[in-house]
């Protein structure tokens, strides 16, 4: 590592355990921002206020994506939008947003959920990890480096590959990690630097002074809890925000920008099992004054600008989120004037800029040209074949064989580790999701990359033991995900799921017991025939559930199952495991493991016959 940089870390660390961190200085202002000098108008009136205006650039969700490319289809990203996605597009907006405004007049800042999401970052955490002994830089590293960040917050799944990868990440990074809701468990101070302080040169008056303040998710407490359970505690934004703002601003601090990885909706996916508002960005505008922006990130939207009133000041604060994985780039503009001897933010607002519209940074693909290639050779490789062609297709609605073989191999690895043991009688059964629609595994050989697009999340697997009745809780929880139609209504499937926003990766499938989901009814009423080895389940009996890791610490609020006994544990992820079992057999057939074990029904009869 560079001395300067090594220094700069150092510094980082040092600031953030004293609660602040580094200033950042700029230089002197372009023309285009320029604050007026005239001496006097027309009319003799004294002279015109000063003004300054700048630009902060900001992104989201990257999750990982460099290059505009798809490493599970093996070819250049596209969707039916025509989104473009990578931080190569995004560094051409960025370049391009800097010659117009002057460098020097912007800054650029991320919202966090880096470093998980695309095959090469999770290369470059697991294959070949960044925590070697003389191991690589990290990809994103090395790209937000080039590019110029200023600054990001922390996502829940820069936590994933837990806290040695993403302190080795922050080590690597030229730009510091913010996070202050992310605490020390012992002592409560922030755990990463808060926030960072950037000064920004103009013709006239002083520096304009620009705190970032960043934000995580405290659902971390629950996803990420194996990685941060007795390390770190992921207190409320609003909380935090309350305490932080107004140091901010009594330290000097001209605009205050918040970077939230948190969405605006006020909601949390989680229930109550934490005192914490998952997507609280709204909540923050709306309760904490001395707030001018927030980036918000976590819930993967396009917000081009959102105001909202805060309640103690009745002023505007200005939201934005430019979706994810580099498809946009949101442009918050301050026009600030000097009065009183300060600067005052007069205007803000933002849009944001879409990627597809530019091509990517040669510069950026060139500098990361080696480890892509790397990554697409990985990928790529052959681990069996298959006797069939299976979809993700219509698996939302649908028991799919594909989905099937998830479960498969879940079944057979948990029943392999309690064999011999004391729960080695219990029957086992299984849960999955459709994680993507567009989900494949060919006729024929089988690659890496089929399997790790079947199952994008690093999720492991967990068992836990339920009862007969509270499987029955389960799937009633899980079939809300339904729209209500009404038997002899017109069946949309583009409109049948997903109902109240409950997204796909919130649904599961069980497999090993058999039921039908009867649409008809109101949900908590829907399970119906719930049947295992041909008889009705017995609401005393006892099942280990075959779980990932997220839904067993409480992902999703499915009830029961965060309580539940765990009677085995994986540190490994469940593609690995699906990886190995293909390997092993060498090939795969759905005759010998897929059946029908649940379907959509309206009053007895199935919404999709076979």
Not at 177 to 196: C, E, I, Q, V, W
Request: with cysteine; hydrophobic share 40%; proline share 5%.
């Amino acid at each position: 590592m560079p001395k300067d940089r090594l220094k700069r870390r150092t510094f980082l660390e040092r600031s953030a355990a004293a609660g602040a961190t580094v200033a950042v200085a700029a230089g002197a202002a372009s023309p285009a921002a320029a604050a007026e000098r005239t001496p006097a108008n027309s009319h003799g009136r004294g002279p015109r206020p000063k003004r300054y205006s700048f630009t902060v650039m900001g992104t989201t969700d990257l999750h990982g994506n460099v290059f505009n490319w798809d490493y599970f289809t093996d070819k250049e990203f596209d969707d039916k939008d025509h989104n473009d996605v990578g931080l190569a597009k995004i560094s051409t907006l960025v370049e391009r947003v800097r010659r117009e405004k002057g460098r020097r007049n912007t800054l650029l800042i991320d919202a966090g959920d880096t470093i998980q999401g695309t095959q090469l970052s999770y290369y470059y955490a697991k294959v070949d990890p960044i925590t070697a002994r003389r191991g690589p830089v990290h990809p994103m590293a090395q790209a937000m480096n080039a590019i110029g960040y200023d600054a990001a917050a922390l996502g829940n799944h820069e936590f994933n590959y837990g806290i040695p990868v993403l302190r080795k990440f922050e080590e690597q990074c030229d730009f510091p990690l913010l996070g202050a809701n992310a605490l020390d468990a012992k002592t409560l101070r922030p755990a990463f630097a808060p926030y960072s302080m950037h000064r920004l040169r103009t013709p006239c008056g002083r520096d304009v002074r620009v705190a970032v303040l960043g934000l995580t998710n405290p659902g971390i407490a629950i996803w990420d809890k194996l990685n941060v359970g007795g390390k770190m505690v992921f207190p409320g934004l609003e909380e935090q925000a309350a305490k932080w703002v107004p140091r901010l601003r009594s330290m000097g601090a001209d605009v205050v920008i918040v970077s939230a990885h948190s969405g605006s909706s006020g909601t949390s996916s989680y229930g109550d099992q934490l005192p914490y508002v998952e997507n609280a960005a709204g909540l923050v505008a709306e309760q904490v004054p001395g707030i001018d922006a927030i980036l918000v990130g976590h819930a993967h939207t396009e917000i081009a600008e959102h105001f909202v009133v805060n309640k103690e000041t009745g002023k505007r604060v200005v939201l934005s989120e430019p979706l994810k994985w580099g498809q946009r780039l949101t442009l918050f503009d301050f026009d600030l004037v000097w009065e009183r001897g300060r600067w005052t933010v007069e205007r803000a607002g933002s849009t944001v800029l879409n990627s597809n519209t530019v091509a990517e940074d040669r510069r950026i693909t060139r500098l990361l040209g080696d480890e892509h290639r790397k990554v697409v050779a990985y990928v790529n490789q052959v681990i069996g074949t298959s006797a069939v062609a299976m979809t993700t297709a219509e698996a939302a609605w649908k028991d799919e064989p594909i989905i099937d073989l998830i479960n498969h191999v879940q079944i057979e690895t948990v029943r392999a580790a309690l064999a011999g043991g004391e729960f080695a009688e219990l029957p086992v059964l299984s849960q999955a999701s459709c994680f993507s629609r567009t989900a494949a595994i060919p006729a024929g050989e089988v690659t890496i990359r089929d399997a790790a697009g079947l199952y994008v999340f690093e999720n492991t697997l967990e068992a836990r033991v339920l009862t007969g009745a509270q499987l029955k809780d389960y799937l009633e929880f899980s079939a809300r995900y339904y729209a209500r139609t009404a038997p002899g209504a017109p069946v949309d499937p583009a409109k049948l799921t997903n109902a109240d926003g409950v997204p796909d990766y919130n649904y599961d499938a069980v497999a090993g017991v058999t039921y039908d989901v009867d649409i008809a009814q109101p949900a908590g009423s829907r399970i119906v025939d719930l049947s295992f080895d041909g008889k009705p389940v017995d609401p005393a009996a006892r099942f280990v559930l075959a779980v990932n890791n997220y839904r067993a610490s409480g992902g999703g609020n499915f009830p029961h199952v965060a309580a539940a006994r765990q009677v085995w544990a994986n540190s490994e992820e469940i593609r690995n495991t699906i990886i190995d079992w293909v390997r092993e057999q060498g090939s795969v057939d759905p005759a010998a493991f897929a059946s029908v074990g649940w379907r959509l029904t309206r009053a007895g009869e199935p919404v999709f016959p076979a």
